[in-house]
């Protein structure tokens, strides 16, 4: 089983940068992909971005493309979404989520989830 916990939410205006963090438990983070997604008010959670196991692939949506950079440290347990040039239309909850097995975009194939960080990004 894994706990996530992410930080690293607040307010910034457009075109500045957050970093998202993500802090697992337990000593099977190396067998997960690992993904954020994002929920905006009265939306649906979407896929954001997505990292391999071993960090080899990283996936984006294509509204985060060339702004938002995925990574991980295995040793640490963690993962982290680094967010530039953000957008009004950024605004959401953040999550984080492990997924042992499917598809990277499709938030089903993710079986553990953090609370979320909010991130609002003011015009």
């Known amino acids: 089983q894994v706990q996530l916990v992410e930080s690293g939410g607040g307010l910034v205006q457009a075109g500045g940068s957050l970093r998202l963090s993500c802090a697992a438990s337990?000593?099977?983070?190396?067998?997960?992909?690992m993904g954020w997604f994002r929920q905006a008010p009265g939306k649906e959670r979407e896929f954001v971005a997505a990292?391999?196991?071993?960090?080899?692939?990283?996936y984006y949506s294509d509204s985060v493309k060339g702004r938002f950079t995925c990574s991980r440290d295995n040793d640490r347990n963690t993962v982290s979404l680094q967010m530039n040039k953000l957008k009004p239309e950024d605004t959401a909850v953040y999550y984080c989520?492990?997924?042992?097995?499917?598809?990277?975009?499709?938030?089903?194939?993710?079986?553990?989830w953090g609370q979320g960080t909010q991130v609002t990004v003011s015009s």
């Open positions: 990292i391999s196991r071993n960090s080899e692939n990283t």
């Open positions: 337990g000593r099977t983070f190396s067998r997960y992909l």
């Open positions: 989520a492990a997924n042992y097995a499917g598809s990277y975009f499709h938030r089903d194939s993710y079986g553990y």
